[in-house]
């Protein structure tokens, strides 16, 4: 409803023309937006007002038509659709039984703003929301800055952001330590500050280890040691990545667990590859190997000259790593994704037992192996069993036209580096 409302306050009249309507179908819109700015101050009883107020016209002009009172469904839409996702519920199930049992409803109108209502349960695809810690402030991530900064460039050229907030703030905080006062030895204070707080301790429970260890510090050291420790000169940004994730080549999994990518590959590049692994006397089917070995695979296949002259990847020259992003992106793939170091050794089992949850968490083991004979087990025994991700992604992305900086300003007080 106030997606609706907000449409109509800006202009009622071109609402009712796009929706192939008259200009009278949006009278009580125009009723209630006509002496409200923003349609979330309106409330449910200034649309019942104006619904109370058309009907009385509507009795005034035609004394023999009969209005009925509105529904309980109505009231109960109006009261509360300024609460998300249950008011938008409560809605729609009110647009249903109005269509059902309201003919006259049924109109190109009625329908377009049901429409609107349902917008909340529609999924959001195509955007995955990470993070990116950085000693800098960042207006806009750019390509043209790689190399620039202190990060290392190991899974791939390009811009690294990470699902979990907690890898993105140690970034920040292991790059941001000595920015801006490079010539300064930080004192054996700020170490001892930085370890509380790698160790997730609260302010206050780091002010008070500090004391127990500094039994002489005055209150001028130990307060300077927090700020310079706790208030890092870093960032921290929470980025909207527009991909899906399956449009990125997983670093960890094999290629036939990927069809999306492998799909992309051009089918002449994937025969000259393959071609290229039997020659080698190695197995020669690409579909086997992880997405880490395909780069490997298309460095050398560049490498032993396999490629035909033209070819973007280029002939017998050791290849950059900017060219095999390029290349990438070329064929539709926009970055790369790969467990963080937390998450690494982490595979999950879950179980179900008669279509519900076995156990509340997924079962963990350390080996792909491990969890592989576990889920067997477990589907001999008589459960159902399936494979989980259980770990978070760090993701490398090769267009900066795909990154959106969420927040206006970083956020330094959200996550402590652990």
Do not use: C
Request: proline content about 5%.
């Amino acid at each position: 409803m106030n997606n609706l409302l907000d449409m109509a306050a800006m202009d009622p009249e071109a609402l009712s023309l796009m929706m192939g309507e008259p200009e009278g179908n949006v009278n009580t819109l125009r009723q209630v937006t006509g002496r409200k700015k923003r349609a979330k101050s309106i409330t449910a009883q200034d649309y019942l007002n104006a619904m109370r107020s058309q009907s009385q016209e509507q009795m005034t002009h035609y004394p023999s038509k009969k209005v009925d009172a509105p529904h309980w469904m109505d009231y109960a839409a109006m009261a509360t659709m300024g609460a998300p996702i249950l008011g938008d519920a409560i809605g729609l199930a009110a647009d249903a039984r109005m269509f059902a049992q309201e003919p006259e409803s049924r109109t190109k109108l009625n329908y377009g703003l049901s429409a609107l209502g349902a917008m909340p349960f529609i999924p959001s695809l195509g955007m995955v929301k990470a993070f990116h810690g950085t000693p800098h402030k960042v207006d806009k991530f750019k390509m043209d800055k790689i190399g620039t900064g202190e990060g290392a460039q190991s899974y791939g050229h390009g811009l690294y952001f990470a699902e979990n907030p907690k890898v993105a703030g140690q970034y920040q905080y292991d790059l941001s330590r000595n920015v801006g006062n490079i010539n300064a030895t930080p004192s054996a204070h700020k170490y001892a500050a930085d370890d509380f707080f790698k160790n997730d301790y609260s302010l206050e429970d780091a002010r008070e280890g500090m004391k127990a260890a500094y039994p002489d510090i005055t209150d001028m050291e130990l307060e300077t040691a927090l700020n310079e420790s706790y208030r890092t000169q870093g960032n921290l940004y929470n980025v909207n990545l527009d991909v899906n994730p399956e449009d990125l080549l997983d670093w960890d999994a094999p290629l036939h667990k990927q069809p999306e990518i492998l799909n992309k590959i051009p089918k002449e590049d994937r025969a000259i590859m393959e071609g290229m692994l039997a020659d080698f006397d190695q197995l020669d089917d690409l579909s086997d190997y992880t997405g880490n070995e395909l780069r490997q695979i298309l460095r050398r296949t560049v490498n032993e000259g396999y490629f035909p002259e033209g070819h973007i990847l280029g002939t017998n020259d050791d290849i950059a790593e900017e060219a095999l992003s390029a290349y990438l992106k070329q064929q539709g793939i926009p970055g790369i994704q790969y467990y963080d170091g937390m998450s690494r050794g982490r595979y999950g089992v879950k179980l179900k037992h008669k279509g519900k949850n076995y156990t509340d968490a997924p079962v963990e083991f350390a080996t792909q192996k491990q969890a592989d004979d576990y889920l067997k087990e477990s589907i001999d025994k008589g459960f159902e069993a399936e494979h989980v991700d259980v770990g978070t992604r760090n993701y490398v992305m090769f267009d900066e036209n795909l990154i959106e900086i969420a927040n206006p300003s970083s956020l330094n007080d959200l996550v402590k580096p652990k």
